[in-house]
């Protein structure tokens, strides 16, 4: 299986060029986004007949180093081996050159009309505005991708081919002297608006020079910067102010937040305190519960022992009263105090023999 002339794996679906050199799908779409993007910063007015002749189109990667001469891949060749974002960002790059010739057509038509308009001004006793409009046409065309404000629409900005804006900004480059003041101060590259302060890192978030001539007059770097130190810097102690009070509110938060903290621990120190101490009393009263449950099984054994000892002896004591009173009826002419002085000692005769068994 033959393998990307990119990533030099192998791959089973792909584009080839005309001297068949293979490019996996993934690689073909990385490759389409690549020359798209590089088209969009290319500055179509400075380039040469020969290199608008190729403007536009996906060439082989092995082309040029390479060698390989094959043709430009036809729409319908990327358009089956790339995603539908990718197909709309080569559609776009492919208008470039189309749009920016009729661009160049319109500029050469308003260009006549231009100095037919500034004829047109200078006779009706307006030169002045008739410099602006002829100093904006022909920045326009010496600064093509001049850019603006996005906020406030100053202009023209020109940042040549710089795309990063954030690499120099706010680059320390020397020292100058304030003429009016005789202070020598930092100089900075600043590439901020100069009217408004608004910045972007990214040239693309600018958007390209209206034409329009302004005719502000900003302050000098310095000017500027003690302008703005006037204006800002009561706002600043302002919120420095307020993040002091919130600091200060935010610690006074964090003391009650700590308080509570500790009162909860020791409300939880207290709880497991009053678990343990309930703890005891339950096993001491489970321990008493026990030892009432054992004294009471032994009261209730010593009075059915006492039960049985007291039946016995009244049976004894029964058995012992009945050959006493036989006897006792056998001698029919003994008194009735002689018969209850018998039973008395038959009674203690009884309660000496229980006494001895027990």
């Known amino acids: ?20 050199h293979l490019v996996c799908d993934e690689c073909f779409e990385t490759h389409v986004n690549e020359v798209a993007s590089h088209h969009l910063e290319i500055d179509i007015a400075s380039l040469s007949n020969a290199a608008r002749a190729n403007f536009g189109q996906i060439m082989c990667p092995c082309a040029g180093q390479l060698g390989c001469s094959a043709p430009p891949f036809d729409d319908c060749s990327v358009a089956r081996h790339v995603s539908i974002t990718t197909f709309q960002r080569y559609l776009d790059m492919r208008s470039l050159l189309p749009i920016a010739d009729a661009t160049q057509r319109a500029f050469e038509d308003a260009t006549s009309a231009l100095h037919e308009e500034l004829a047109s001004l200078r006779r009706e006793g307006q030169p002045e505005r008739a410099g602006n409009i002829l100093l904006a046409r022909q920045l326009r065309k010496s600064m093509p991708n001049a850019r603006q404000c996005a906020e406030c629409g100053w202009g023209p900005m020109d940042f040549r081919a710089c795309s990063d804006l954030t690499a120099h900004h706010d680059q320390h480059v020397g020292q100058a002297v304030d003429k009016e003041t005789g202070e020598e ?11 408004c302060g608004w910045f972007a890192a990214e040239r693309r978030k600018w958007p390209r020079w209206d034409g329009v001539i302004h005719e502000d007059i900003l302050a000098s770097p310095f000017e500027a910067s003690d302008i703005a130190t006037k204006r800002f810097m009561p706002r600043v102690k302002a919120a420095e102010m307020r993040q002091k009070i919130a600091e200060e509110r935010a610690n006074e938060a964090d003391e009650r937040a700590a308080t509570s903290e500790r009162a909860r621990e020791a409300e939880l120190e ?12 339950r096993a001491s009263i489970a321990s008493s519960e026990r030892a009432c449950a054992a004294a009471s099984a032994r009261v209730l054994a010593q009075l059915e022992r006492e039960c049985s000892l007291r039946r ?20 029919p002419h003994t008194s009735k105090s002689s018969l209850s002085a018998v039973r008395t000692l038959a009674r203690i005769e009884a309660g000496r023999r229980l006494v001895k068994v027990s």
């Open 270 to 281: 207290r709880r497991v305190q009053a678990e343990q101490e309930g703890n005891r009393v």
């Open 185 to 195: 101060r930092e100089v900075r590259i600043d590439n901020s608006c100069p009217r």
């Open 312 to 331: 016995v002896a009244e049976e004894r004591l029964a058995e012992a009263e009945s050959p006493s009173e036989r006897r006792v009826e056998t001698a």
């Open 1 to 20: 299986m033959e393998g990307c002339v990119i990533c030099l794996e192998s791959a089973e679906e792909g584009v080839r060029c005309l001297k068949d």
